[in-house]
Protein backbone atom coordinates (compact mmCIF):
# COMPACT_ATOMS: atom_id res chain seq x y z
CA UNK A 1 0.00 0.00 0.00
CA UNK A 2 2.85 2.11 0.29
CA UNK A 3 3.17 2.35 -3.39
CA UNK A 4 -0.38 3.80 -3.49
CA UNK A 5 0.37 6.17 -0.79
CA UNK A 6 2.91 7.59 -2.98
CA UNK A 7 0.47 7.73 -5.69
CA UNK A 8 -2.15 9.48 -4.35
CA UNK A 9 0.12 12.54 -3.80
CA UNK A 10 0.42 12.62 -7.59
CA UNK A 11 -2.36 14.42 -9.55
CA UNK A 12 -3.88 13.06 -13.07
CA UNK A 13 -5.86 10.96 -14.02
CA UNK A 14 -4.01 8.25 -15.71
CA UNK A 15 -2.45 8.14 -11.66
CA UNK A 16 -5.63 7.52 -10.03
CA UNK A 17 -6.82 5.03 -12.19
CA UNK A 18 -3.61 3.13 -11.81
CA UNK A 19 -3.65 3.58 -7.53
CA UNK A 20 -7.49 2.30 -8.27
CA UNK A 21 -6.23 -0.85 -10.22
CA UNK A 22 -3.70 -1.46 -7.16
CA UNK A 23 -6.28 -1.20 -4.36
CA UNK A 24 -8.65 -3.15 -6.73
CA UNK A 25 -5.86 -5.69 -6.19
CA UNK A 26 -5.37 -5.34 -3.39
CA UNK A 27 -9.03 -5.95 -2.30
CA UNK A 28 -9.49 -8.98 -4.38
CA UNK A 29 -7.32 -10.91 -2.48
CA UNK A 30 -8.11 -9.28 0.97
CA UNK A 31 -11.67 -8.39 0.50
CA UNK A 32 -11.09 -7.67 4.54
CA UNK A 33 -8.88 -5.07 3.55
CA UNK A 34 -10.21 -1.74 5.52
CA UNK A 35 -7.35 0.41 4.74
CA UNK A 36 -7.69 -0.32 0.84
CA UNK A 37 -11.41 0.54 1.08
CA UNK A 38 -10.62 3.40 3.34
CA UNK A 39 -7.85 4.80 0.85
CA UNK A 40 -9.87 4.25 -2.93
CA UNK A 41 -13.01 5.49 -1.68
CA UNK A 42 -11.44 8.56 -1.92
CA UNK A 43 -9.52 8.20 -4.76
CA UNK A 44 -13.04 7.41 -6.59
CA UNK A 45 -13.96 10.50 -5.13
CA UNK A 46 -11.57 13.00 -6.58
CA UNK A 47 -11.54 11.07 -10.05
CA UNK A 48 -15.95 12.02 -9.73
CA UNK A 49 -17.05 8.35 -9.11
CA UNK A 50 -19.05 9.83 -6.14
CA UNK A 51 -21.60 7.08 -5.95
CA UNK A 52 -18.65 4.28 -5.45
CA UNK A 53 -16.47 6.15 -3.33
CA UNK A 54 -19.44 6.62 -0.52
CA UNK A 55 -19.46 2.47 -1.20
CA UNK A 56 -16.42 2.02 -0.25
CA UNK A 57 -16.47 4.34 2.93
CA UNK A 58 -19.01 2.69 4.40
CA UNK A 59 -17.26 -0.67 3.28
CA UNK A 60 -14.44 0.57 5.28
CA UNK A 61 -16.87 1.46 8.26
CA UNK A 62 -18.78 -2.06 8.01
CA UNK A 63 -15.47 -3.96 8.55
CA UNK A 64 -14.01 -1.82 11.39
CA UNK A 65 -16.50 0.19 12.95
CA UNK A 66 -13.93 1.46 15.32
CA UNK A 67 -11.57 3.23 12.87
CA UNK A 68 -12.24 6.62 13.06
CA UNK A 69 -11.10 7.81 9.37
CA UNK A 70 -13.29 6.52 7.68
CA UNK A 71 -16.06 8.38 9.34
CA UNK A 72 -14.36 12.06 8.85
CA UNK A 73 -14.40 11.02 4.98
CA UNK A 74 -17.55 9.71 4.64
CA UNK A 75 -18.95 13.21 6.79
CA UNK A 76 -16.86 15.18 4.44
CA UNK A 77 -18.43 13.67 1.29
CA UNK A 78 -21.70 13.72 2.10
CA UNK A 79 -21.37 17.28 3.11
CA UNK A 80 -20.42 18.10 -0.34
CA UNK A 81 -23.18 16.25 -1.72
CA UNK A 82 -25.42 19.02 0.26
CA UNK A 83 -26.63 15.64 2.66
CA UNK A 84 -26.10 17.14 6.13
CA UNK A 85 -28.38 15.00 7.49
CA UNK A 86 -26.58 12.01 6.93
CA UNK A 87 -23.20 13.81 7.65
CA UNK A 88 -24.45 14.86 10.74
CA UNK A 89 -25.06 10.90 11.77
CA UNK A 90 -22.02 9.83 10.78
CA UNK A 91 -19.85 13.11 12.59
CA UNK A 92 -21.98 11.83 15.61
CA UNK A 93 -20.86 8.10 15.16
CA UNK A 94 -16.76 9.11 14.68
CA UNK A 95 -17.55 11.25 17.95
CA UNK A 96 -18.39 8.31 19.84
CA UNK A 97 -15.14 7.47 19.50
CA UNK A 98 -13.57 10.20 20.53
CA UNK A 99 -15.75 13.55 21.66
CA UNK A 100 -12.74 16.09 20.98
CA UNK A 101 -11.79 14.96 17.59
CA UNK A 102 -11.22 18.45 15.82
CA UNK A 103 -12.44 17.04 12.03
CA UNK A 104 -15.74 15.43 13.30
CA UNK A 105 -16.62 18.65 15.15
CA UNK A 106 -16.01 20.72 12.69
CA UNK A 107 -18.20 18.83 10.31
CA UNK A 108 -20.76 19.04 12.71
CA UNK A 109 -20.74 22.64 12.61
CA UNK A 110 -20.32 22.89 9.40
CA UNK A 111 -23.32 20.44 8.18
CA UNK A 112 -25.59 22.35 10.70
CA UNK A 113 -24.56 25.87 9.41
CA UNK A 114 -25.66 24.40 6.25
CA UNK A 115 -28.57 23.39 7.49
CA UNK A 116 -29.22 26.80 9.04
CA UNK A 117 -29.12 25.06 12.72
CA UNK A 118 -27.51 27.58 14.73
CA UNK A 119 -29.13 26.36 17.97
CA UNK A 120 -27.87 23.21 17.36
CA UNK A 121 -24.52 24.59 16.98
CA UNK A 122 -24.16 26.66 19.89
CA UNK A 123 -25.98 23.93 22.31
CA UNK A 124 -23.11 21.20 21.18
CA UNK A 125 -20.64 23.56 21.60
CA UNK A 126 -21.73 24.39 25.08
CA UNK A 127 -21.80 20.72 25.56
CA UNK A 128 -18.11 20.46 25.06
CA UNK A 129 -17.21 23.29 26.95
CA UNK A 130 -18.98 21.30 29.90
CA UNK A 131 -16.74 18.45 29.87
CA UNK A 132 -14.38 18.78 33.26
CA UNK A 133 -11.07 20.07 32.63
CA UNK A 134 -9.13 16.85 34.07
CA UNK A 135 -10.39 14.86 31.63
CA UNK A 136 -9.48 16.77 28.22
CA UNK A 137 -5.76 18.08 27.13
CA UNK A 138 -6.09 22.19 27.12
CA UNK A 139 -4.61 22.39 23.62
CA UNK A 140 -8.10 20.26 22.88
CA UNK A 141 -10.03 22.63 24.52
CA UNK A 142 -8.19 25.86 23.06
CA UNK A 143 -9.02 24.47 19.84
CA UNK A 144 -12.98 24.02 20.93
CA UNK A 145 -12.84 27.95 21.74
CA UNK A 146 -11.20 28.85 18.28
CA UNK A 147 -13.71 26.68 16.69
CA UNK A 148 -16.69 28.86 18.44
CA UNK A 149 -14.47 31.85 17.92
CA UNK A 150 -14.88 31.26 14.32
CA UNK A 151 -17.89 30.52 14.45
CA UNK A 152 -19.66 34.03 16.07
CA UNK A 153 -16.83 35.36 13.38
CA UNK A 154 -18.86 34.12 10.49
CA UNK A 155 -22.21 35.06 11.88
CA UNK A 156 -20.85 38.61 12.58
CA UNK A 157 -21.18 37.92 16.40
CA UNK A 158 -18.02 40.17 16.57
CA UNK A 159 -18.33 40.27 20.74
CA UNK A 160 -18.65 36.69 21.25
CA UNK A 161 -16.04 35.73 18.59
CA UNK A 162 -13.35 37.98 20.70
CA UNK A 163 -14.45 36.68 23.88
CA UNK A 164 -13.68 33.20 22.86
CA UNK A 165 -10.40 34.13 21.08
CA UNK A 166 -9.51 34.94 24.78
CA UNK A 167 -10.21 32.01 26.19
CA UNK A 168 -8.26 30.19 24.01
CA UNK A 169 -5.67 32.48 24.46
CA UNK A 170 -5.67 31.81 28.20
CA UNK A 171 -5.47 28.36 28.04
CA UNK A 172 -2.49 28.07 25.66
CA UNK A 173 -3.52 28.22 22.36
CA UNK A 174 -0.72 26.51 19.85
CA UNK A 175 -1.50 29.82 17.37
CA UNK A 176 -1.72 32.69 19.29
CA UNK A 177 -0.84 34.99 16.92
CA UNK A 178 -3.15 33.75 14.55
CA UNK A 179 -5.80 34.06 17.74
CA UNK A 180 -4.96 37.69 18.55
CA UNK A 181 -4.80 38.64 14.40
CA UNK A 182 -8.36 37.49 14.58
CA UNK A 183 -9.24 39.65 17.25
CA UNK A 184 -7.98 42.69 15.50
CA UNK A 185 -9.70 41.92 12.34
CA UNK A 186 -13.14 41.70 15.04
CA UNK A 187 -12.52 45.05 16.19
CA UNK A 188 -11.17 46.56 12.80
CA UNK A 189 -15.09 45.14 11.50
CA UNK A 190 -16.88 46.98 14.78
CA UNK A 191 -14.54 50.37 13.83
CA UNK A 192 -12.64 50.00 17.37
CA UNK A 193 -9.12 50.86 15.84
CA UNK A 194 -7.43 51.50 19.13
CA UNK A 195 -7.81 47.77 19.76
CA UNK A 196 -8.01 46.71 16.41
CA UNK A 197 -4.35 48.44 16.26
CA UNK A 198 -3.41 47.36 19.27
CA UNK A 199 -4.07 43.19 19.04
CA UNK A 200 -2.39 43.58 15.49
CA UNK A 201 0.95 44.38 17.02
CA UNK A 202 0.06 41.54 19.73
CA UNK A 203 -0.51 39.20 17.06
CA UNK A 204 3.07 39.86 14.98
CA UNK A 205 4.73 39.67 18.94
CA UNK A 206 3.65 36.76 19.03
CA UNK A 207 4.76 35.03 15.65
CA UNK A 208 2.22 36.12 13.02
CA UNK A 209 4.33 36.15 9.86
CA UNK A 210 1.67 36.26 6.55
CA UNK A 211 2.20 39.64 5.65
CA UNK A 212 0.87 39.04 2.34
CA UNK A 213 -2.29 37.61 3.50
CA UNK A 214 -2.77 40.69 6.24
CA UNK A 215 -2.18 42.86 2.59
CA UNK A 216 -5.06 41.50 1.22
CA UNK A 217 -7.23 40.94 4.11
CA UNK A 218 -10.32 42.88 3.17
CA UNK A 219 -11.30 42.63 6.57
CA UNK A 220 -8.87 45.22 7.52
CA UNK A 221 -10.00 47.64 4.71
CA UNK A 222 -10.89 50.42 7.13
CA UNK A 223 -7.22 51.10 9.11
CA UNK A 224 -5.01 49.85 5.52
CA UNK A 225 -3.61 53.36 6.05
CA UNK A 226 -2.66 53.24 9.73
Known amino acids: LESVEGLMKA ?19 DPGAVYSYFMRGQILWGA ?8 DEQKAIELSPKFQFPYLILGRFYRESSMNDSALVVY ?3 LGYNIFSDDANQ ?7 ALGNKDSTESYFQKILNVPEKEVDSLFKADHYKTIGDHFYENKNYSQAIEFYLKA ?16 CCYYLTADKPNALKYLELSFQNGLKYLKHIGKD ?3 DTVRGD
Open 92 to 94: RKA
Open 11 to 29: PGLETMQLAISKLDSSILI
Open 218 to 220: TDL
Open 107 to 113: GMMLAWQ
Open 169 to 184: ISIHSDNIGGDYYNIS
Open 48 to 55: GMKTKAIS
